[in-house]
C-alpha cells in the first residue's frame, strides 16, 4: 500500500471538515475525490502531504506516519502553481542540485520544452513575482515539472486545472499525464469529469468519504 | 527638482497651504541667532562699560525675546504643521493606494510587490520631510545673516566666506551628488527584500514540499545583504561628511579669532561685536550646513517624489 488513511477526523477552530475518514491506496493505482467547494478536499490532501499535522487518527505514506517524512515521498500540484520569484530551473530544482539531464527529462514531460525553447534565456528565465511573467498554463505546467523532478512515489493533484480555461487545460492535462504515470495517485476535484481516468472515485460529503 | 515637488504638491492639493507653513517656520532660526546675537553684545558691552543696570535689562529683554521665539516655534508647529503634514500625508496615501487599485491587474503585476508596498508606505512620506521647511529656514538664516555680518564688518564677513564656500563646494561633490543614485538603490533593494520576504509567506506550503525553505532563506539573506550594503553606502557617505567638514567650521573660527583680535586691540571692534559677529557667522555657518543636509535629503527624496509622480500620471 502506498497510502493508508485510518480514523482521520480534522476541524478548523471546532468546525470539523473531514470525520472518520478511511482510504487505502495500493502502489501505482489512482483514486479521485470529488466534492463541493470547501468541503475538505484540500484538507485531505494537505494531511497526506504533511502540511498539516493529523489531529486525530493516523495517515502512512510509503511506510512514513510522521509529516516531514511523509513530505518527503509526495509531490503535489495546486490550484495555484506558487512560483517563487526566480527562474524557471530555480523553481524546478527549488534550490536542488538536480543534474541538467533530469531537469530536461521533467520539462519534456511537462511539455514546457517547446515554450523555454522560445525563451532568450531558456530555462533561466525569470519568472516574475507570484509568477506575474508567465502565464496560467506555463506557471502550471512549470509547477508539474517541478513535482516530476522530485521524482516522489506519490502524486497528490488538488484540481491543478481548475483556474484555467479549456485549451490551456488541455495542455495542463497532457503535462499532468508526464507526471503521473506510474506513480500512485490521489487526485481532488469538485467536477467528476476531470476523474474519469481514475480507477476508483469516492465522493467527500459532510467530512465524510463515500463510494462515488 | 521643482518641477517634480510642483507636480506631487498639485496631486495633493492645499499647496498654499504648505506655502504659508513653509513662510510661518523659516524666520524661526535667523530670530534665535538674532536674540543670541544682540544679547551677547550688549552683555558684553554692558560689562565691558562696568554697567549692571544695564546687563540686568539685556538679561530680562534676552528672557523674553526667547520665550516669545519658544512660544511662537512651538505655536506654529502644534497648531498648524502638525495637524496640516498629517492631514496632506494621509491624503496622499489616499489618493494613491485609489490610483494603485484602478490600475490593471496586469500593471500590478509587472512590478514587485514591494515596489507597491514601499510607494505606500516610504514614498508618501518623502513630500512631507522636514527638508522643504528647514531650506526655507536655513535660506533666510543665511541671508539674512550675511548681511548683519557685513554691516558689523565687511572684513569679517570676507573670512566666514572664505571657509563657507569651499565647506559648501566639498559637500556638494562628495555627498550630495551621489545621493539621488544611492538612495534610488537602497528603495530597490528595499523592494526586492519585501519580495523575497513575500515569497517566504506565500510559497511556504511550495518551500516545505519541496524542501525549498533553505533556497527562499538564502535568497532572502542575500537581498537582505544587498540591503544592507546599499544603505551603508548612504551611511559611510553621511557619515564621511560629518567627520571632515567641522574641520572647515574650526579653521575659520580659530582664523576670525586670531584677525579680529588685533581689529579689537585698534579700537575698530569691541568684544561685545565678536561675539556677535561669532554668532551670525554661526548663523551663515550653520544655515549652510542646514541647507546641504537639506539638498542632499531632498535629492534622495526626489527618487520617491519621482515615482509617486510617475505612479499618479499613469
Not at chain 1, 6 to 31: C, M, P, R
Not at chain 1, 100 to 110: G, L, Q, S, T
Not at chain 2, 241 to 263: D, K, Q, R
Request: contains cysteine.
Amino acid at each position: 500500500m502506498s497510502i493508508i488513511i485510518e480514523d482521520l477526523s480534522f476541524s478548523y477552530a471546532g468546525k470539523q471538515v473531514l470525520d472518520n475518514i478511511h482510504l487505502s491506496v495500493q502502489t501505482g493505482e489512482s483514486v479521485g475525490i470529488v466534492g463541493i467547494s470547501g468541503g475538505g478536499k484540500s484538507t485531505l490532501l494537505k494531511l497526506v502531504s504533511g502540511l498539516y499535522d493529523v489531529q486525530q487518527g493516523r495517515i502512512l505514506v510509503m511506510g512514513a506516519w510522521d509529516s516531514a517524512d511523509r513530505r518527503k515521498n509526495v509531490a503535489m500540484v495546486m490550484q495555484s502553481a506558487g512560483l517563487f520569484p526566480a527562474s524557471i530551473r530555480d523553481n524546478i530544482t527549488c534550490g536542488h542540485d538536480i543534474n541538467e539531464n533530469d531537469i530536461r527529462r521533467a520539462c519534456d514531460a511537462a511539455q514546457l520544452t517547446e515554450w523555454v525553447g522560445t525563451l532568450p534565456d531558456g530555462l533561466d528565465t525569470f519568472v516574475g513575482e507570484r509568477g506575474g511573467k508567465v502565464s496560467g498554463g506555463q506557471a502550471q505546467r512549470i509547477a508539474i515539472a517541478r513535482a516530476i523532478a522530485k521524482n516522489a512515489y506519490v502524486v497528490l493533484l488538488d484540481e491543478p486545472t481548475s483556474a484555467l480555461d479549456n485549451d490551456t487545460s488541455a495542455a495542463v492535462i497532457a503535462a499532468l499525464e508526464g507526471l503521473t504515470k506510474g506513480k500512485t495517485v490521489l487526485h481532488v476535484s469538485h467536477r467528476p469529469e476531470i476523474l474519469t481516468g481514475c480507477d476508483r472515485i469516492f465522493r467527500l460529503e459532510g467530512g465524510r468519504l463515500y463510494a462515488w | 527638482m521643482l518641477g517634480e515637488i510642483r507636480k506631487i504638491f498639485k496631486v495633493i492639493g492645499s499647496g498654499w497651504r504648505y506655502i504659508i507653513l513653509i513662510l510661518l517656520r523659516s524666520p524661526i532660526s535667523i530670530l534665535m541667532t538674532i536674540v543670541n546675537a544682540l544679547f551677547l553684545q550688549q552683555a558684553f558691552n554692558a560689562i565691558a562699560q562696568n554697567d549692571s543696570g544695564q546687563l540686568n535689562i539685556v538679561c530680562i529683554i534676552f528672557g523674553v525675546a526667547s520665550l516669545c521665539t519658544f512660544l511662537y516655534n512651538g505655536t506654529v508647529w502644534s497648531v498648524y504643521a502638525a495637524p496640516l503634514v498629517t492631514r496632506m500625508e494621509s491624503g496622499l496615501r489616499d489618493k494613491l493606494f485609489r490610483k494603485v487599485s484602478s490600475l490593471s491587474y496586469e500593471r500590478i503585476e509587472a512590478m514587485p510587490q514591494g515596489e507597491w508596498l514601499t510607494r505606500l508606505n516610504t514614498d508618501v512620506q518623502m513630500p512631507f520631510s522636514e527638508s522643504l521647511p528647514h531650506t526655507a529656514i536655513a535660506i533666510v538664516n543665511i541671508c539674512v545673516s550675511a548681511f548683519i555680518l557685513w554691516s558689523i564688518n565687511p572684513a569679517v564677513f570676507g573670512w566666514v566666506l572664505l571657509f563657507v564656500a569651499p565647506h559648501i563646494v566639498f559637500s556638494q561633490l562628495l555627498i550630495a551628488r551621489a545621493m539621488p543614485g544611492l538612495n534610488k538603490k537602497s528603495l530597490e533593494a528595499t523592494a526586492k527584500n519585501t519580495g523575497e520576504l513575500t515569497a517566504l509567506i506565500t510559497c511556504a506550503d511550495v518551500a516545505l514540499l519541496y524542501d525549498g525553505k533553505d533556497y527562499l532563506m538564502k535568497r532572502f539573506e542575500k537581498s537582505s545583504t544587498d540591503l544592507f550594503g546599499a544603505n551603508m553606502k548612504i551611511r559611510t557617505r553621511n557619515a564621511l561628511g560629518a567627520g571632515i567638514l567641522p574641520l572647515f567650521g574650526l579653521g575659520g573660527y580659530l582664523t576670525l579669532l586670531v584677525v579680529s583680535s588685533e581689529w579689537i586691540a585698534d579700537g575698530h571692534l569691541t568684544f561685545g561685536d565678536l561675539t556677535a559677529a561669532f554668532q551670525y557667522r554661526g548663523g551663515v555657518l550653520l544655515g549652510s550646513l542646514m541647507l546641504i543636509n537639506c539638498i542632499i535629503s531632498i535629492q534622495a527624496n526626489m527618487a520617491g517624489i519621482r515615482r509617486l509622480n510617475e505612479t499618479m500620471a499613469e
